[in-house]
């Protein structure tokens, strides 16, 4: 246990940080040098021996901790459960930065009960950064051993606004996003792409970003994220409308979600409706 983490606890933010830290210790320290990779949805997109071993680890610690709950993976894994509680995992947010040993990279492990998430925990081992939130009772960031609450920035202007996004992995896809990204460009005080969703969102947690917003995602990319965000004060929602709770836990890809804090929420939102961020194929 890393000094300023909450102590081991049978509870799910307990369990959801114990998990992280144990997968991420493993990722750090037995990353082959020579990595084997596969594609996925298209030659760009890789996954790794790690991301692989790392959701088989998550299941042999889950299984430990609640042996009764069901998971979801990023790389397959399905258990179904009796408890009502289900993990959404994603072993490596982040691959190609771990593939290429960028150090921006998290494992991201979200408990969700009746399509509500009650607990999340963004654990990014290489640079010493492990957000947490649970439902109701805030989020937090331990770094240095060091362990603070979260809130979002007080920006109230996009122009003065420092906004993330990401992208896909298919040709057609990246070009509908670069056109997108090129009207909210000039809009904004500048732009940041992290390469790992469950990041960009703790990031506007912790008030180093003031927005993000990304089409495609999967739900293993921003369970715990959308956690952290609303409990450090922030808004996560579809472009198109709506709450993202109840969570819908599935395969596919998701439409455009937006997450920020207030004050630049609706202006964020305008951009990117007048932008047809949606529509992009
Ligand atoms: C990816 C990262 C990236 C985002 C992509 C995701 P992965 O997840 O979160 O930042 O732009 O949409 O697929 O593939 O590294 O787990």
Same mark, same amino acid.
């Given at each position: 246990?890393?000094?300023?983490?909450?102590?081991?606890?049978?509870?799910?933010?307990?369990?959801?940080?114990?998990?992280?830290?144990?997968?991420?210790?493993?990722?750090?320290?037995?990353?082959?040098?020579?990595?084997?990779?596969?594609?996925?949805?298209?030659?760009?997109?890789?996954?790794?021996?790690?991301?692989?071993?790392?959701?088989?680890?998550?299941?042999?610690?889950?299984?430990?901790?609640?042996?009764?709950?069901?998971?979801?993976?990023?790389?397959?894994?399905?258990?179904?459960?009796?408890?009502?509680?289900?993990?959404?995992?994603?072993?490596?947010?982040?691959?190609?930065?771990?593939?290429?040993?960028?150090?921006?990279?998290?494992?991201?492990?979200?408990?969700?009960?009746?399509?509500?998430?009650?607990?999340?925990?963004?654990? #990014?081992?290489?640079? *010493?950064?492990?957000?947490? /939130? @649970?439902?109701? =009772?805030?989020?937090?960031?331990?770094? %240095?051993? $060091?362990?603070?609450?979260?809130?979002?920035?007080?920006?109230?202007?996009?122009?003065?606004?420092?906004?993330?996004?990401?992208?896909?992995?298919?040709?057609?896809?990246?070009?509908?996003?670069?056109?997108?990204?090129?009207?909210?460009?000039?809009?904004?005080?500048?732009?940041?792409?992290?390469? #790992?969703?469950?990041? *960009?969102?703790?990031?506007? /947690? @912790?008030?180093? =970003?003031?927005?993000?917003?990304?089409? %495609?995602? $999967?739900?293993?990319?921003?369970?715990?994220?959308?956690?952290?965000?609303?409990?450090?004060?922030?808004?996560?929602?579809?472009?198109?409308?709506?709450?993202?709770?109840?969570?819908?836990?599935?395969?596919?890809?998701?439409?455009?979600?937006?997450?920020?804090?207030?004050?630049?929420?609706?202006?964020?939102?305008?951009?990117?409706?007048?932008?047809? /961020?949606?529509?992009?194929?």
């Amino acid at each position: 246990m890393h000094r300023g983490m909450p102590k081991p606890r049978d509870d799910l933010l307990g369990v959801a940080i114990d998990v992280s830290v144990e997968l991420g210790k493993m990722l750090l320290n037995e990353r082959p040098t020579d990595i084997q990779t596969d594609e996925k949805s298209s030659p760009v997109d890789v996954v790794t021996e790690m991301d692989r071993a790392g959701e088989l680890r998550a299941r042999q610690a889950l299984a430990r901790y609640r042996p009764d709950d069901a998971i979801c993976g990023e790389e397959g894994v399905r258990e179904p459960g009796t408890s009502g509680v289900t993990w959404v995992i994603d072993p490596i947010d982040g691959t190609t930065n771990y593939l290429y040993r960028l150090p921006l990279w998290a494992v991201s492990v979200a408990a969700v009960v009746d399509g509500r998430i009650e607990a999340g925990c963004v654990h #990014a081992p290489a640079v *010493d950064m492990t957000f947490t /939130a @649970a439902r109701s =009772l805030g989020a937090h960031l331990v770094q %240095g051993g $060091h362990r603070s609450a979260l809130s979002v920035s007080t920006a109230g202007r996009l122009d003065h606004s420092l906004i993330a996004t990401g992208f896909g992995y298919g040709s057609t896809r990246r070009a509908g996003q670069g056109r997108v990204l090129a009207e909210v460009l000039p809009q904004v005080r500048d732009v940041r792409r992290s390469g #790992a969703a469950s990041m *960009d969102l703790c990031w506007v /947690a @912790a008030g180093w =970003l003031d927005g993000y917003y990304e089409r %495609g995602l $999967h739900v293993w990319d921003y369970a715990a994220g959308a956690l952290i965000v609303s409990e450090a004060g922030g808004d996560v929602s579809w472009l198109a409308g709506g709450a993202i709770e109840p969570l819908l836990i599935h395969d596919g890809e998701e439409p455009t979600l937006i997450a920020a804090t207030p004050g630049v929420k609706d202006e964020l939102h305008a951009v990117l409706i007048a932008a047809s /961020a949606d529509q992009v194929p």
